[in-house]
């Protein structure tokens, strides 16, 4: 991918990613992170992740995203717009999270494999669905069996969770 | 070009942006909602590494890929548990702010 489309993508995934943060109206903070995990999916896609790219889109920008639209609404979260801030935990806060900023700029900045560029492929075309495929069925079968448990754990639960207790 | 500290820094600034939603915002929904960020930010380094990390045959390390989308699957659940927990807390408290959830029992 060339660098255009890179930083393109890259400022798409995080001008709307601070805009979920920066956002009043959490509606609005929803969309936002709709457009930021395409970006990121573009990004996924970008590194030869296909298949990623295309489950990032799948599940986060589908099924995750329409779950948070749903209960937003279901809870009419209009009421709260307008509350104070508190500026002085509020700086707090943005001061802990530039410190680690720093910190992550510091450690890539040291680290020297990081200013190497990717190493080609052998091809043009990768077939990233079956090699994805033959390393989850093959190799990690095992783990792949324990979320599908883990799933249909986190199923039940959430029924139970949203089953109305008899009083 | 494009090296992997790019996309490092895209992801370590992403993880920020997430993290400074969790500490500043109040309403439980954006909160998730950040937390969606950070998890999607460490996806990006680990994708980033595999493709940095060829093996013999010169193709990308795909035991990452396979850890990204085991990754995928949690956040996936975690956000469907997190969800009817917060749609519980406001049928209890009619409240999806945490100043108002400071009680332990209730």
Redesign the interface.
Known sequence: ?S?FL?WIF?LL??IF??A??INRN?VA??MS?VV??LG?AA??MS???Y??GI??VL??TG??MV??LF??M??D?RA?EG?QINWLA?A???A???I??GQ??SV??H?T??????????GST?DDVR??G???FG??NL?FQI?GV??LV??I??VL??K?QPR | MITLGDYLIVSGILFVIGFAGVMLRRNLIIILMSLELMLNAANLSLVAFSRFRVDSTGLPNYDVQVFVFFIITVAAAEVAVGLAIIVALYRARQTTDVKDISSLKF
Request: glycine share 6%; aromatic share 10%; no cysteine.
């Open positions: 991918m660098p890179f890259a995934t995080l990613g601070a979920v943060v959490p903070s929803a992170l930021s995990f990121l990004l996924f590194l030869n992740a298949f990623i489950i990032q599940v986060y099924a995750v779950l948070f209960i937003i279901l809870l979260l709260e509350r509020s707090g806060g943005l802990v999270a530039l680690l900023l992550i700029f890539v900045g680290l494999i990081a200013h190497k560029a990717f190493p080609p492929l052998p990768i090699n994805i033959a390393a989850l190799n990690y783990p979320v883990l799933v986190a199923t639960g959430v969770l949203s109305r």
